[in-house]
């Protein structure tokens, strides 16, 4: 009896190295499909803001709620993109109020799940920016820092709603924030992806990947005790 509970917990562990190591390197993570038809999705365009050239008192204001399409070249990451606009020039845009998981540099958890949904959500398609009156035009990076919408839809909602981006950022009383956390609040009580993971989500705007072993080796122990209570 002592050796198959001593060969149940080496396999046990054997198995959670495997899945730590999966969860850390993402050599192989399958393509990650949106199932979701923009057509059929709730219009997440709020009232007063259809693109519309805001009767704002200063005019750098209003030109930065206007709404305009651009041609989506290509994704960095899940709240990172490449477009250009009708003039032929090239921006890197940043999903205003929102944060992904790193797949690039940093390797984190639903980091490369988050990059794919975006990518085939609006990679080679046209999208709508709206800039934030309240909000910096560009980030430290020189990314310009964008609401953005497809078929009318919000994309920070849509990524937030699938549990692949968390409300982050918020350093004023920007558009739209109150959407994104009614949609965050929604992933959190289904446990979708990054809600999965208790801890997951740190109080910093980003994600630590530290839980993600630890959550790993409580299984294996909680089933270890399984087998020998058994």
Known sequence: MKKLIIISCTLLLLTACQLEEKAMSYKQIPKYETNIEVENTPNLTIPGTTGEQPQEPAA?????????KVFVIRVIDGDTLVYRDSSG??????????????????????????AAFLNNLVEGKEIEIEYDPNAELTDKYGRYLVHAFIGGRSIQYLLISEGLCRVAYVF???????????????????????????????????????????????????????????
């Not at 205003?96 to 490369?112: A, C, D, H």
């Open 60 to 68: 750098e204001v209003a030109n930065k709620q206007e709404r305009k």
């Open 89 to 114: 020039k090239e921006y890197t845009g940043r999903l205003l109020g929102v944060n992904s998981p790193e797949s690039t540099k940093e390797q984190q958890l639903y980091g490369k799940e988050a």
């Open 172 to 230: 004023g009383d920007y558009n739209y924030i109150s959407m994104y956390r009614e949609a965050e609040s929604l992933a959190k009580e289904q446990g979708m992806n990054i809600h999965s993971i208790p801890g997951y989500i740190n109080s910093a705007n980003g994600f630590d990947m530290s839980v993600v072993s630890s959550s790993i080796k409580e299984k294996v122990f909680d089933l270890t005790k399984q087998i020998i209570n058994n």
